[in-house]
């Protein structure tokens, strides 16, 4: 099948994120750009939630200790430092031809500069990988909805096999 967006969904903790990493590891001929999110975990206990750009620069997104008034669960959100972390990322270079995002999630949905910069790279001309929530309404069910998108729900079963089937799905579009 071929594809230019493509979604990654699964229950927390499946394996989305490091499915992406293989994925981009074999797909640096497109000079990926884009972010990983990561947990944040201080005595075994997670506390948080770390942005990572592709060239390895990090952010918070949230953290337990963040006085927000965007919160998931215990987590405050810093939806002003995402913001500031999504404007250091050039998702509109010509040299870059493979956008990844991860996450499409809650947390990032209460930007509505996120969400408008979601639709202009699905809109654009590059490959776009993202994870995305399993479930969720509003912006996240909009963006799963799109006819220009392919989605693969990840489960213990089929993660090793899905990194294969996304790269071939990408490399018969390029």
Do not use: W
Request: hydrophobic share 40%; net charge neutral; with cysteine.
């Amino acid at each position: 099948m071929k594809a230019k967006n493509i979604l990654i969904t699964g229950a927390p903790g499946v394996g989305k994120t490091t499915l992406v990493g293989k994925i981009v590891a074999e797909l640096k001929h497109l000079r990926p750009v884009g972010f990983y999110t990561g947990e944040i975990r201080e005595g075994g206990a997670r506390k948080g939630f770390t942005l990572t750009a592709l060239d390895g620069r990090e952010s918070i997104l949230s953290h337990v200790n963040i006085i927000s008034p965007r919160r998931v669960g215990k987590y405050g959100v810093d939806v002003a430092g995402f913001e500031r972390f999504l404007d250091t990322l050039d998702f509109f270079s010509p040299d870059n031809r493979l956008v990844i995002i991860d996450e499409i999630g809650k947390m990032e949905c209460f930007s509505d500069k996120f969400k408008r910069l979601v639709r202009d790279i699905l809109d654009s001309n590059k490959f776009v990988i993202a994870t995305i929530a399993l479930k969720g309404d509003g912006f996240i069910a909009e963006i799963k909805a799109r006819e220009d998108i392919v989605v693969y729900e990840i489960s213990s079963r089929n993660r090793d096999s899905l990194q294969s089937d996304i790269i071939g799905a990408i490399e018969s579009t390029d």
